[in-house]
């Protein structure tokens, strides 16, 4: 399992920050729900208070004591059940009338508001039937002769209502972290486990195993897609790597040859002393022995940069049929010599963006190709034309043509058929070409042309250049 | 010829000196650029052989230096194997040729060779003779000891090109460069084919051949010793 800290993953720190924030909201959303509840009971229940003591007040003053007595009595036992406590009390101080056992001392005797608590002890009436006390909320009036009423509300029903609402925020809140640290932990576990996948298998490529791939859930996430882009990546790199070591081995290989044939020849002419005319010509000799060599590295330096493309500094407006037109005309001779009938047909006008020099070395490497395999008499065409906008040359012959299984190999540094080994080159002018091809965004396909070889570039259609 | 050479590498700065000294040339040596550029501003020299890349100074602007002095010695710039083959870069700021590292010394010898020859005050004559070759480009005409001799358009270039450069070598990517006007290095012997051609018609039916192979370096049209 992985080295790193669940707590401390991106994913879990988003998700616990989210789970807060979000518990935060609710405790907010709640709170005010049960503050505006509380309120609204309030005041309904001093607007309710309000009226009852007006309305027995009002029977005090136009009737006698002892009709309110008698409707105070009334009162108080359909009020009992619902909570709501009367009392009458004379100029004297004495209970006349309610279902509260004495004046509460500790009243404030004041008319107007007051919340007091009362001692069930003290004032039990029927129906506290529980040992408890009673926080209530009364309203007191001073009637006429100083006598005294006061009108009160039991507040158990709301504190109960108070205490829920308190206890369900809290009891939200203290969920919605638990929920979010067990959430996070569970998601962040998730994430780590796929992460751990792909730096495991970035580890064994470190270690050197180059063909190990991350694998894929096959759950097309973004994960998978992240998956599938490295392993592309990891493709090109090993591809790239494969070719890097392939090319070393044919320059080593494909050098050797020359270099010893070029040191023995040397080590023979040291065995004797000879005439000066004998040391010339070996010298001679050696120096096109090594000239060949130079303009191998030549040719792979010059695919390096091709291929390299950075700096297009010399590129311009290449007219194509015109070059196609001077490398034939460069080759005319050649064909001629060979017994082979060479034919150019540029259609005029075909323009591409790109460097005359490189694109000029591709064709004159794929027309020495055709002319070297071609056998006398056959035929060799340059043709330039658009097809659908785009430039396109090709070169064909009715040559020995190149197997279908071997033409994506023939473009590889070095690689030459064995049908070719006894013809004079490096195995290095179509990866010229293809590099070219490339670089200037061009697609080059080798084809059968029954019998013989079609090579044919498509470049994309020309546009001016930003200046 | 008096040549100067302005080339950090000291290996490749040995085996000049002592390629062109060899040849018949007095050569100056520095490794930095500049102390180069105090030379070249001389102009006491025929042909500079300039690296591009030099320490205190590199090659581009010591050419950009010289020419805005008004200092016209030819310069033939060097670039390193595995730097951006940049000629068209070369070519702008001043300099007069450009060869990639590595080169065949003999590329080198006959390219000093042709600059110095360019830099000789040009013949106003429009006729250039080579023993009894003589080809006239006014009128686009070729004769060999009187004969008329019949040239196609890029074997007549090709041999004006040769006899402006009589007596020196020349290579193939020279021809190449000046007489096809690309710069590539063929694979093949593409361009042999249009030199045995032109033989063929400046030669074979003449007494002395002028038109010689030179091994290992290219071609030389000269009169006969």
């Known amino acids: 399992m992985s080295r790193i800290n669940l707590f401390r993953t991106t994913v879990f720190r988003v998700f616990f920050l989210y789970a807060v924030l979000f518990s935060l909201l609710a405790a907010a959303l709640l709170g005010f729900t049960y503050w505006s509840i509380s309120v609204h009971i309030a005041a309904q229940i001093n607007a309710s208070l309000k009226t009852e003591a007006t309305d027995l007040a009002y029977l005090f003053s136009h009737h006698n004591v002892e009709d309110l007595i008698a409707t105070i009595g009334r009162y108080s036992v359909v009020g009992q059940s619902a909570d709501r406590y009367y009392l009458l009390i004379s100029p004297s101080g004495l209970p006349l009338a309610g279902n509260l056992q004495a004046w509460p001392f500790q009243f404030d005797v004041r008319p107007g508001w007051h919340t007091v608590r009362l001692h069930y002890k003290e004032y039990q009436t029927r129906g506290w039937d529980r040992e408890q006390d009673y926080t ?8 006429p002769n100083h006598y005294r009423l006061v009108v009160a509300q039991g507040l158990q029903t709301v504190q109960k209502l108070r205490d829920y609402t308190q206890g369900a925020v ?26 751990d996948t792909i730096s495991g298998t970035a580890g064994e490529i470190i270690a050197g195993d180059l063909t190990r791939r991350v694998p894929i859930a096959g759950r097309d996430d973004e994960f998978d897609e992240l998956a599938a882009k490295l392993n592309a990546m990891l ?81 311009a407006e290449v007219d194509l049929s015109a070059l196609a037109l001077d490398m034939a005309e460069l080759y005319e001779a050649v064909a001629e010599d060979r017994g082979v009938q060479f034919q150019c047909q540029p259609n005029a006008d075909v323009r591409i963006y790109g460097n005359r020099h490189l694109l000029a070395q591709a064709v004159s490497n794929l027309l020495d190709n055709s002319m070297k395999y071609v056998s006398q008499g056959a035929r060799v065409e340059l043709r330039v034309e658009l097809q659908q906008n785009s430039p396109v040359l090709t070169i064909s012959d009715n040559g020995p043509g190149i197997p279908a299984d071997q033409r994506s190999r023939v473009l590889e540094r070095f690689v030459r058929l064995d049908s070719a080994r006894t013809t004079p080159g490096n195995g290095l002018g179509l990866s010229l070409v293809r590099a070219v091809a490339r670089l200037h965004g061009a697609d080059l396909r080798l084809g059968d042309n029954a019998p013989g070889l079609l090579v044919t570039i498509t470049f994309p259609p020309f546009k001016t250049p930003p200046s | 010829m008096r040549i100067l050479v302005i080339e950090d590498d000291k290996e490749a700065a040995t085996y000049l000196l002592k390629g062109l000294t060899e040849s018949g040339h007095v050569v100056d040596h520095t490794t930095n650029g500049e102390d180069g550029l105090h030379m070249a501003l001389t102009g006491a020299y025929e042909v500079d052989v300039i690296d591009r890349m030099l320490p205190r100074r590199d090659g581009l602007s010591i050419i950009t230096a010289m020419r805005s002095a008004e200092i016209h010695t030819p310069v033939l710039i060097l670039s390193a194997l595995g730097e951006v083959d940049d000629r068209v870069e070369g070519l702008r700021v001043g300099g007069d040729d450009y060869l990639t590292k590595p080169f065949a010394f003999a590329e080198l010898l006959a390219r000093i060779d042709a600059l110095a020859r360019r830099s000789l005050p040009e013949h106003s004559s429009t006729r250039l003779l080579v023993a009894d070759l003589e080809l006239d480009f006014l009128k686009h005409k070729v004769t060999r000891a009187d004969k008329t001799v019949h040239l196609q358009p890029r074997e007549f270039r090709l041999l004006k090109y040769m006899m402006q450069h009589a007596g020196q070598v020349v290579t193939r990517t020279m021809l190449l460069e000046n007489v096809w006007d690309y710069h590539f290095d063929p694979q093949t012997n593409v361009i042999d084919v249009h030199i045995s ?19 290992g370096a290219g071609y030389c049209l000269r009169e006969p010793d």
């Open chain 1, 136 to 143: 209530v909320r009364s309203y007191v009036v001073a009637l």
């Open chain 1, 170 to 195: 809290l009891g939200a809140i203290a969920m919605s972290v638990l929920a979010s640290l067990l959430g996070g932990y569970l998601l962040s576990r998730a994430v780590l486990r796929r992460i």
């Open chain 1, 235 to 315: 493709e090109r790199i090993e591809q790239l790597m494969v070719g890097m070591r392939q090319v070393t081995d044919n320059v080593a290989h494909d050098l050797r040859s020359p270099l010893t044939r070029l040191r023995n020849g040397l080590e023979v002419i040291l065995l004797e002393s000879r005439r000066e005319q004998e040391y010339r010509s070996a010298i001679e000799l050696a120096i096109e022995d090594v000239s060949v060599l130079l303009k191998t590295f030549n040719a792979l330096l010059s695919i390096t940069q091709a291929e390299a493309g950075v700096r297009r500094n010399d590129w």
């Open chain 2, 197 to 215: 051609r032109l033989r063929a018609k400046i030669d074979k039916d003449f007494g002395e051949p002028l038109l010689h192979t030179v091994r």
